[in-house]
């Protein structure tokens, strides 16, 4: 029965990498156009959008179900299982605010450097781990006393971080073309690794059993390193604003959000092999992403883009259309 299964499995995962991408879900959004990053909810599956000055809590099949208030700024959420809690980085308030997981009751908000960005926990040393853009530092919370128990100078913006599970994190440093790779147990940055081609990292995603990084770059590149040693093992075409990454271990894709409006796919054959698969048409603006790991569904954030002419300088995000924010639901078909 247990080899029954095994077989039905390989061969679900097979037909999915075969078959091709596409939107095959839109959720409607009310309220302001701006957001950063998505989370899902890992025991219930939902959804956490930042969205503007609160966090709006959706189910996979796009139903309201919550709302965090008063998180200013909102950039990113992360969860511990473990102690029942989420928490958010509100980029304008210089703050972290922390809920509990099941009900969204905000617990504290916590004092951390100047606009916090991407927040993460990471499970091996049981911290929360928040990039300080402007002050360019990692805020480290200790989760079960809600306190900042250190704060570790980067020497440059941090824009993602991940972990290897094996006490390193890996952070992208957007204004230095590198990763910078830290000691959890030391609290120490180790090592500085120049990401060569690729200019501008943003999105950052690990596969934690080939140890390999995947750093997504602003001049429409992913450079692949090796987690190990900081070599550049590939670099992929990717297409242009990618601001999120995430791989896939069942399927082994890896994922880059672009705000051109394409999610480009890349396959990983092993761990010194990497080639695009699909470039999905999405919507110009998705530039980040999150993958539901149990059904392989990939959601990004969006808004309409204005036809009428900008008074932005190039290169910053483009005008929205009021009233269009919206999360896209890819998955294979």
Request: with cysteine; proline share 5%.
């Amino acid at each position: 029965m247990a080899f029954s299964v095994a077989i039905a499995a390989i061969a679900c995962t097979g037909n999915i990498y075969a078959q091709q991408f596409k939107v095959v879900n839109s959720f409607p959004v009310e309220g302001e156009t701006r957001w950063d990053y998505i989370a899902v909810q890992p025991i219930s599956g939902n959804l956490y959008v930042s969205h503007a000055t609160k966090v709006e809590v959706i189910s996979p099949d796009g139903l309201a179900v919550g709302v965090i208030e008063n998180t200013d700024g909102v950039h990113g959420i992360c969860f511990s299982t473990e102690l029942n809690k989420g928490f958010t980085s509100n980029g304008k308030a210089n703050t972290v605010t922390v809920f509990g997981m099941h009900t969204n009751e905000v617990k504290a908000i916590i004092k951390v450097g100047e606009n916090p960005d991407y927040i993460m926990y990471d499970a091996f040393s049981k911290k929360v781990y928040v990039c300080n853009g402007r002050s360019k530092n990692l805020s480290v919370i200790d989760p079960t006393t809600n306190k900042v128990v250190n704060t570790i100078s980067l020497g440059g913006k941090p824009e993602t971080a991940v972990s290897d599970m094996e006490g390193h994190l890996y952070i992208n440093i957007e204004d230095k073309n590198e990763i910078a790779v830290l000691n959890v147990n030391t609290g120490k940055v180790e090592a500085h690794w120049p990401l060569k081609k690729g200019t501008g990292p943003s999105g950052l995603a690990i596969d934690l059993s080939t140890k390999r990084l995947f750093a997504g770059c602003d001049n429409k590149l992913l450079v692949v390193v090796n987690a190990r040693d900081g070599k550049i093992v590939a670099d992929v075409p990717i297409g242009e604003g990618c601001d999120g990454v995430a791989f896939d271990p069942m399927l082994r894709n890896v994922y880059s959000a672009n705000g051109e409006g394409t999610l480009t796919v890349i396959h990983e054959d092993d761990a010194m092999t990497f080639k695009v698969t699909q470039n999905v048409v999405t919507a110009k603006s998705a530039r980040t992403l999150v993958i539901n790991e149990r059904n392989h569904h990939i959601y990004l954030p969006a808004a309409d883009v204005s036809s009428a002419p900008s008074a932005k300088p190039q290169g910053h995000h483009p005008d929205l259309v009021p009233g269009t924010f919206k999360v896209l639901d890819v998955a294979a078909q």
